[in-house]
């Protein structure tokens, strides 16, 4: 080995037995193997982690443990119970009507004139420690009136030295509320919420005038507190009160969402200073907040750290959960104070196979599964239930699944001649399009099978969805042998005829119809999707032109109206009907109002029981409504109904209390951890394999040896 | 020599000013302000006020070029080009779309750029100067065309195989580094090592065939050939002349690149999960953030002079016959 | 009925005007000589027998047209709204034999299990059979291994047979032309004694049709490079790619051309405020990021296209418009290099003497670039050409891979690996998909890397990269 090669060799192994026992691969300083830390990865950036603003789950993710609304959802319990988190109780509404009479629960929508839900909050629950609350010995906020010099040199809210915090009090939640009318910064509800909360519309209108919204120094603060809203009041410490115009249950649901979280004034004065936005110094990017868990580091680029707040007053693990949590271990925390984990690191993963690979390895405690790498963890036994592969199991993973809240679909736009209308032979068309739309099979190719194929608007596990031969779409399947069977395609292309396009031909000319689909798919998987498609329309001999473009662009057309077929989807807000079938109300049509209703879909009967069904409590009658509004739209066929997909998600050994639940966004502190059995397993996946390095260096040896002889000669040859 | 410096950065301002309206044009012929709103607002819920009010909150209210309704200076001044646009000449990148510091995103985001390229650059000239010094050495023998049989083979393969190869090789069965991912100091080390070794591969095939030739033709010179007829031996015809010699259409062509290397390498870094300056702009063009796009286009154009300004001047450091006028 | 894209119909014009330009460089002794030295070389003969091969499957997939169908409930003959190519034609079945999803390379079953009914109506999770891979045999497990075998050893025959053939013909033609018997001409070609090398073309020939007739004999029957994640052949996708790389390789270097040379020649002739201005386009164009610049065009073109949704009535019109785009923007962002390099050259040249000679005569602008610049500084163009093309081809990969590449409907190698990347970390792996971009991809790049290294040996002297 000539010289310099060995010295290079030497050192390489030197450094390799400096080296501790963990594993060469981890991608965490080895120093943190022992903490009690949970890893997971994000792979979008959070745009807005401001509780008013934000309304996308990567985002909840991080603020869900971060902020405490009044409500939560029972971790355990199915089906979807609501829960106090600081509220002393889940509120009664109290009914009004014009007299200010108080009338009983199930009083009719007209009415009642106000609904008011007063709340009462816990007291000693405390903010997080942050620099806005703190104060000197004087009693003086210190970090409340800094100079623009002094902002210059800070870039995170750890350049501020001292932190303070305060009780948690009613009139936060109350200043929460107004800030949905904040001339400055964008809510997404606001404008539904505009609708029912009394008085947020005018003081919306008035901050508006007040505060020119082009103002170039952005940075001048509205002290809310200085405004009165009917709508919201705090009635005393510990106690506020919200009035609603009309009648509006789910109202409750809402009140789970971090838009109705409490937001202490001294937050907001701070973040408003001049030029701290312009440090990145915002509600934005530092979050503050009552919850089990405080933002430490947010670097988007690479990783986002919560750690635990040590303020938090130990809300208790739950005692009562489903039948069966005890007997899987889900109670043996029972009464416990969480949070149970010291610190959360969320490291950024734009693509999912590095990600996957890691949670193989051990260094994310949880993963859901992408469709290629289905195989390789979960198989199905002779039942057809899903199980794990052996690979997994010998690793101790754990698998979890749960038919999620939403819906995929495919919609017609009903304002387009060919397929859109409320003509038969338009109608006939979606059907015979609905029949041959094979999804068992789209579930089978693209999702390995984890989806159900819909039958109508709502998923399985939402108020309203019918199971069994009851609940099957009679225009697309026909039960047979106990299961739902899709019909042929021979009855679909009668429907063809029936239609006026005998084999898919258009009368006049005779060419095939031409149908164009909208999407804004792109990306490696979507040619296959795109190959599929058109493969099923060609069923009938229709040629589907694909017309994929960007999501902006897709936007522009859904609004316009210019799309002929679209695939969309829809994740619930809430675990009620009114969440799905307001997206086929005539009056939220997309293209009249800027709605949510994409097909643009309008039909009277189905809008007046629509009326009458969302406000109602979840009883036999509205069950009876919501069985004739799903036979309407089942009938008009505007969207194919697509499927729910099943959500698939596993787990490692030493994660502990693991249960899926779509509607909770603070379920980190529930999760326990054992970082010695991790640590544990992961050395013993991750052993470096050298060999192929060792192989690789005696070829480079190998290689030189005919080097040194064609040297050799030319040495001893004469001058060229 | 100074006045000449002075002189090309004089000439750089209008190639500056170009790019900025190239890259103005260019984005927003696809996008018109109310796109960007929408695409920063999320997709549920978003209302018509909602985007005025956004546009407004972010000056993309205004006419893009040309602004008729105001008077005087205001006529150019007022519009998304002018607000946008000119405070980039004082570096001034302002805020992305979503909110953020531009500036200290870049100052942030730069280093690990550098951390994959400068590697990648220094062990790469290492590599390339050593197996290209070996390839003239041996020319014409079967070393020499073995050796060019491998680099066109390599310089043939995708270099989307190498990052594919690699991650499953090390990521799947050796477990000797992670697979993607950064961090901060030292640790750094582990994440760099194979997205500059995948690199390095990748680029081998053509860079020794092209060191080669510079060597070879370093080699059939005339001095070359009279300090062999001279009876120096071979080793010391080869480093003393051919390396020096060669060693400045090299250098000279390594400057061009310096300046680039802040600006990172976009597969590599989405590949490998690295926050450099590279997945920063992919990352943009993806959420169409023009305010990024532009600060990073402004950047790569300042980039590229310097580079070519730096070039000049190595000319001249290296070869005195070259002067500047 | 004939259908003729914008790319076609530029590729046709390309045919053209390369056959034109062989005309021209028959009569012209300087262009002349060096591609002689280049017909001369085996290694770039090789490499021009496969590009051959890789250009007439090219050309074939080329030619569009409606096929004829019956029209609904009558008897008449119409066209179809679908548009084909003359190599689904020649690929006959494989474009339409389908399967589910996904099946190894030459397997009769599918690759993943399913819930499979029994004709007793019990079910069992086991891989089932393929509509048409393996479907004739009965019994796939026991008589599978055999029948590959015999077909492979047919092809073999087959594909040996054919080359014996050709050989034959070939030797006796050209030995008739030269008046050799038959044996003597041979063991000239044999023995390397002819002035080309015509073993090395006969020897590439031979073997790319022996491949091909194996080939041709197992794809009757099976997926002989397996199917992808909705069925489709792999083999088919891979031979559809084809025309997408080169198309890509050159139409764009096609499309920057003019540019690069009117633009090249002007500034180095005229000098002074021509020069400025040529120089300042070029600058900043090549300031911008390249990537940034194919980015921002191709969502113009989306813009474009969905704004204009009724003038793309098909995909196939809605891709090819931007495999154009594509092929466009990449010549704005490639055509500086060689504007700047004949800039420099014009820059010596209209120094030389005759140029100046002309200019004294009052020879008008444009003649002198066309009669005296242009012919000079053609093998500056012929090399960048051929340098350009394996870098553009692979390029397309790369640009697929951060989805400002071809249309994601059509057929190139860049999707075939996009897709790919998610397959590679299947368990089990799908590796078929990726191998068969990478060979047909590879294959080309490298034919086209050792064309390119014997044409640059020929016209530039000075720089010796391959051997002689």
């Not at chain 1, 010295?7 to 009690?36: G, H, I, K, Q």
């Not at chain 1, 003509?423 to 159900?452: H, K, P, T, W």
Request: hydrophobic fraction near 45%.
């Amino acid at each position: 080995m000539p010289r310099p090669f060995r010295l290079c060799f030497l050192a390489l192994m030197a450094s390799v037995s400096a080296c501790s026992d963990s594993p060469w691969n981890n991608p965490y300083p080895d120093t943190e193997s022992d903490s009690n830390i949970y890893y997971d990865s994000f792979s979008e950036q959070p745009r807005h982690l401001d509780p008013i603003s934000s309304y996308s789950s990567n985002e909840y993710v991080f603020i869900g443990q971060i902020y405490e609304p009044p409500l939560q959802y029972h971790f355990l319990k199915r089906p979807y119970e609501l829960i106090p988190l600081t509220a002393t109780k889940v509120p009664e509404p109290d009914y009004v009507d014009k007299e200010g009479r108080a009338l009983t629960g199930d009083a009719e929508a007209g009415e009642v004139f106000r609904v008011r839900y007063r709340i009462t909050i816990q007291p000693g629950i405390l903010y997080q420690p942050h620099p806005a609350f703190a104060r000197n010995a004087t009693g003086d906020y210190l970090y409340h009136h800094l100079s623009a010099a002094y902002v210059q040199t800070v870039h995170t809210l750890e350049d501020f030295a001292v932190v303070g915090t305060r009780e948690l009090t009613a009139s936060d939640y109350v200043y929460q509320i107004k800030r949905m009318a904040h001339p400055r910064v964008h809510s997404p509800v606001a404008g539904l919420m505009g609708k029912y909360i009394l008085g947020l519309e005018e003081l919306a209108t008035r901050l508006a005038n007040e505060y020119s919204v082009q103002a170039p120094d952005k940075s001048t603060f509205i002290d809310l507190r200085e405004y009165e809203m009917e709508g919201a009041r705090a009635i005393d410490k510990y106690t506020f009160e919200i009035t609603l115009q009309e009648k509006y249950p789910q109202f409750l649901y809402w009140l789970t969402m971090s838009f109705f979280a409490p937001m202490p004034w001294e937050a907001d004065y701070f973040y408003a200073q001049p030029g701290m936005s312009d440090r990145n110094i915002s509600l934005d990017w530092f979050p503050v907040g009552t919850g089990p868990f405080m933002l430490t580091e947010n670097n988007p680029n690479r990783r986002m750290v919560l750690q635990r707040n040590p303020n938090f007053r130990g809300e208790p693990f739950p005692t009562e959960g489903d039948s069966g949590d005890s007997e899987s271990g889900l109670l043996v925390d029972a009464g416990l104070p969480m949070p149970f984990i010291d610190t959360a690191m969320f490291s950024l993963e734009k693509e999912a196979i590095p990600a996957w690979n890691k949670f193989l390895q051990g260094y994310y405690e949880t993963s859901g599964i992408v469709s290629d790498s289905f195989d390789q963890a979960v198989q199905f036994n002779a039942q057809g239930e899903a199980q794990l592969t052996s690979e997994m199991q010998d690793k101790g993973i754990s698998l979890l699944t749960a038919v999620t809240s939403s819906t995929f679909y495919m919609g017609f736009n009903m304002l387009d001649d060919t397929v859109g209308g409320d003509s038969e032979r338009a109608r006939l068309l979606r059907r015979a399009i609905s029949i041959v739309m094979d999804y068992e099979e789209f579930i089978s190719i693209f999702s390995n099978g984890r989806g159900v194929p819909a039958q109508g608007p709502i998923p399985p596990g939402i108020f309203g969805y019918v199971a069994g031969e009851a609940g099957i779409n009679p225009y697309v399947y026909a039960w047979d042998n106990g299961k739902a069977k899709r019909r042929s395609v021979a009855e679909a292309q009668t429907l063809m005829t029936a239609a006026g396009y005998p084999a898919g031909r258009e009368p006049q000319s005779g060419q095939p119809l031409v149908l164009n689909l909208d999407t804004p798919a792109a990306g490696p998987g979507s040619k296959a999707i795109f190959d599929w498609l058109r493969k099923q329309f060609a069923k009938l001999g229709i040629n589907l032109v694909i017309r994929a473009t960007d999501y902006n662009r897709f936007q522009e057309k859904m609004l316009k109206g210019t799309a002929q077929i679209f695939q969309w989807g829809w994740n619930a807000d809430y675990p009620d009907p009114e969440n799905f079938f307001f997206l086929l109300y005539g009056a939220n049509s997309k293209v009249d109002n800027n709605g949510e209703n994409a097909a643009n879909y309008k039909n009277e009967e189905f809008d007046q029981l629509f009326n009458q069904m969302k406000n109602m409590t979840n009883r036999q009658q509205r069950q009876k409504l919501i069985d004739q509004m799903v036979e309407i739209v089942r009938y008009d066929a505007p969207w194919l109904w697509g499927y729910h997909p099943v959500g698939f998600s596993l787990h490692h050994s030493w994660y502990r209390n693991a249960k899926p639940n779509l509607m909770a966004n603070n379920t980190l502190k529930y999760i326990r951890i054992q970082p010695l059995l991790r640590k544990e397993m992961r050395a013993r996946w991750n052993q470096p394999v050298w060999w192929p390095v060792g192989v690789l260096f005696i070829l480079i040896i190998a290689a030189m040896i005919p080097a040194i002889i064609a040297y050799r000669k030319r040495e001893r040859s004469p001058v060229l | 020599m100074i006045a000449y410096i002075f002189r090309r950065i004089l000439y750089a301002l209008p190639i500056l000013i170009g790019v900025n309206i190239i890259t103005f044009v260019l984005f927003f012929v696809v996008n018109t302000p109310d796109d960007m709103a929408r695409m920063n607002l999320g997709q549920k819920r978003v209302t018509q006020e909602a985007i005025q009010k956004w546009k407004t909150e972010r000056g993309y209210d205004k006419p893009l070029l040309w602004n008729s309704n105001t008077g005087g200076a205001g006529k150019l001044t007022d519009t998304i080009f002018y607000r946008n646009s000119v405070k980039l000449f004082v570096f001034d990148f302002g805020r992305s779309d979503s909110g953020r510091d531009i500036s200290y995103d870049i100052s942030q985001r730069m280093w690990p750029s550098l951390a994959i390229t400068v590697p990648g650059l220094l062990l790469g000239l290492l590599a390339y100067i050593t197996f290209g010094l070996i390839l003239a050495f041996f020319r014409a023998t079967y070393v020499d065309i073995a050796g060019v049989v491998i680099c066109v083979i390599m310089m043939s393969i995708s270099g989307l195989f190498y990052i594919i190869g690699g991650q499953y090789l090390i990521g799947k069965f050796l477990h000797l580094v992670p697979i993607s991912g950064y961090d901060i100091g030292p640790e750094a080390f582990k994440f760099v090592v194979l997205p500059v070794l995948v690199g390095l591969i990748g680029s081998i095939g053509a860079s020794t065939r092209w060191y080669r030739t510079i060597f070879l033709e370093e080699m059939n010179r005339d001095y070359v050939r009279t300090a062999r007829a001279k009876g120096i031996p071979e080793q010391q015809v080869l480093f003393r002349h051919v390396l020096m010699n060669g060693m400045i259409p090299i250098l000279t062509g390594v400057v061009v690149l310096l300046p680039t290397l802040f600006i990172g390498s976009l597969v590599m870094e989405s590949f490998f999960a690295i926050p450099g300056l590279g997945s920063y702009t992919i990352d943009a063009i993806n959420m169409q953030d023009f305010a990024i796009v532009r600060s990073m286009v402004f950047l790569g154009s300042v980039l590229y002079i310097i580079g070519l300004i730096l070039t000049d001047i190595s000319y001249t450091l290296v070869d005195p016959r070259v002067r500047l006028e | 009925m004939p259908v003729l894209f914008i790319t076609d119909a530029l590729i046709f014009f390309l045919v053209f005007m390369v056959s034109c330009f062989i005309l021209y460089a028959r009569r012209h002794e300087h262009l002349r000589a060096p591609w002689r030295q280049v017909v001369r070389s085996p290694l770039a003969m090789s490499s021009a027998v496969i590009l051959a091969a890789y250009i007439l499957v090219g050309l074939l997939d080329s030619i569009h047209f409606h096929p004829r169908m019956p029209a609904a409930g009558s008897d008449e003959i119409i066209n179809s709204t679908e548009i084909m190519s003359l190599l689904d034609v020649v690929t006959g079945p494989l474009r339409t034999r389908n399967e589910k999803t996904y099946s190894s390379p030459l397997a009769s079953h599918l690759y993943a299990k399913e819930i499979i009914e029994l004709p007793d109506g019990s079910q069992i999770r086991d891989y089932p059979r393929l509509l048409y891979g393996g479907a004739h045999l009965s019994a796939p497990e026991a008589g599978k291994r055999q029948d590959i075998l015999q077909r492979v050893f047919s092809g073999l025959l087959l594909g040996s047979t054919l080359s014996g053939l050709f050989f034959g013909i070939f030797v006796l033609l050209s030995g008739r032309a030269g008046r050799v018997s038959f044996t003597a001409e041979a063991m000239a070609i044999i023995r390397r004694r002819k002035a080309i090398p015509w073993h090395a073309i006969l020897l590439t020939l031979a073997l790319l049709v022996i491949t091909a007739s194996v080939t041709i004999v197992l794809a009757s029957e099976y997926h002989v490079l397996g199917t992808d994640k909705v069925g489709q052949d792999v083999l088919y996708q891979s031979l559809k790619s084809i025309r997408t790389g080169l198309v890509i390789g050159t139409l764009t270097t096609l499309v920057m051309l003019p540019f690069a040379i009117m633009l090249g020649l002007m500034a180095g002739y005229f000098r002074g405020w021509v020069d400025d201005v040529i120089q300042y386009l070029y600058t900043t164009l090549n300031s911008i990021p390249g990537v940034l610049l194919i980015a921002a065009s191709i969502l113009i073109l989306q813009v474009y296209i969905a704004n204009h949704a009724d003038e793309f009535t098909s995909i196939e019109h809605r891709a090819d418009m931007r495999l154009l785009f594509l092929c466009i923007i990449l010549g704005i962002t490639s055509w500086t290099g060689l504007c700047r390099m004949l800039r420099g050259e014009t820059l010596k040249l209209r120094e030389i003497d005759y140029v100046q000679a002309a200019q004294a005569f009052g020879v008008g602008n444009t003649t002198i670039m066309l009669r005296h610049l242009l012919p000079n500084v053609m093998h500056i163009v012929m090399i960048s050409i051929v340098l350009d093309f394996s870098g553009l081809v692979l390029a397309e990969a790369v640009l697929s891979y951060i989805n400002i590449g071809v249309d994601p409907t059509m057929h190139s190698w860049g999707n075939m690996i996009n897709s790919a990347r998610l397959e590679m970390a299947r368990e089990p792996i799908v590796w078929w998909s990726l191998t068969a971009a990478f060979l047909f991809m590879f294959v080309l790049v490298l034919a086209a890397n050792l064309f390119s290294d014997a044409v640059r040996d020929a016209f530039d002297p000075r720089i010796r990269t391959g051997f002689e």
